[in-house]
């Protein structure tokens, strides 16, 4: 019996490296720099090509599927999650560090069938590292199997996040305190890379133990999700319940007792959450 959702990994990794191989190319050239909802909020020419190029080459092959692109919902489609086949779309994630040529730049793909996810691809393509997961079948980097590093201490735990100016001065000042509380825990560090889906990729490999972020989005998160899960890492709400793939926040780490410590640790920063706190004002 043919096995559908093989075809479309097989397919989704295939794409992906086309996708790299347009972001490495436009390295090479000047890149033209558009602003979205603030000063910090970039998007390039190379974002909306490389997700031309992703969503056509798959109706090509899965016309009856649906998409959610960073760029067609900036662009003004809906970000809905349905039980259809879906694929979740971040062109480039790290546009910032491609803007810069900082060279964590990656290609997220998460691919969801009822609304879970079926698997995962996010292409550092910088680097060369294609991350792969399929639902019950294990975590790959550039088809060797990797696992989180187990690590249950959070004092001995190498930490990710991701910091960035918010004109919000309340969210602000919760992103520098949820820093520098998870920092005085003690732990061995915090790191910020610049994309959520090398993040994750990065706990999913034992590289880093942790990661916590809060305000992103489906499309950074889904690729990413799948990798790590089947690395057995733990990935859950930043209130330490179940992971929403559509909440918009997330930690994942190396194990249970780390994720756990790190939910009590941080408040949450997310637009939704400063949202509720103002409406019960």
Not at 69 to 84: F, H, Q
Request: aromatic fraction near 6%; include cysteine; hydrophobic fraction near 40%.
């Amino acid at each position: 019996m043919s096995d559908p959702w093989q075809e479309c990994l097989d397919l989704c990794v295939e794409v992906t490296k086309k996708a790299g191989e347009m972001i490495r190319e436009a390295l090479q050239k000047d890149i033209a720099v558009m602003q979205k909802s603030s000063p910090v909020d970039l998007v390039t020419e190379t974002d909306q090509r490389v997700e031309q190029l992703i969503i056509s080459s798959i109706k090509e092959k899965f016309p009856a599927h649906s998409f959610i692109g960073e760029e067609s919902v900036a662009a003004g489609a809906a970000s809905v999650l349905t039980d259809d086949p879906t694929w979740i779309i971040d062109p480039i994630d790290g546009t910032t560090n491609f803007v810069h040529r900082f060279p964590f730049v990656s290609v997220s793909i998460g691919f969801t069938v009822k609304k879970e996810i079926e698997f995962g691809v996010v292409y550092s393509c910088i680097e060369d590292k294609m991350y792969t997961a399929r639902k019950g079948k294990g975590a790959f980097c550039n088809g060797a199997p990797i696992k989180v590093s187990g690590q249950e201490d959070i004092s001995r735990s190498l930490v990710l996040t991701e910091m960035n100016f918010d004109k919000d001065p309340a969210r602000f000042r919760t992103m520098l305190a949820n820093v520098e509380s998870i920092l005085t825990i003690p732990v061995h560090g915090i790191r910020s890379p610049g994309s959520a889906a090398v993040n994750m990729c990065l706990v999913a490999c034992g590289s880093a133990d942790a990661y916590y972020h809060m305000g992103i989005h489906c499309w950074d998160m889904a690729g990413g999700a799948a990798v790590v899960t089947e690395a057995g890492g733990v990935i859950m709400d930043i209130s330490g319940g179940p992971f929403d793939l559509m909440s918009r926040r997330l930690i994942v780490a190396s194990s249970r007792a780390v994720a756990e410590r790190i939910a009590k640790q941080v408040a949450d920063q997310s637009p939704e959450a400063s949202a509720q706190r103002s409406a019960a004002c």
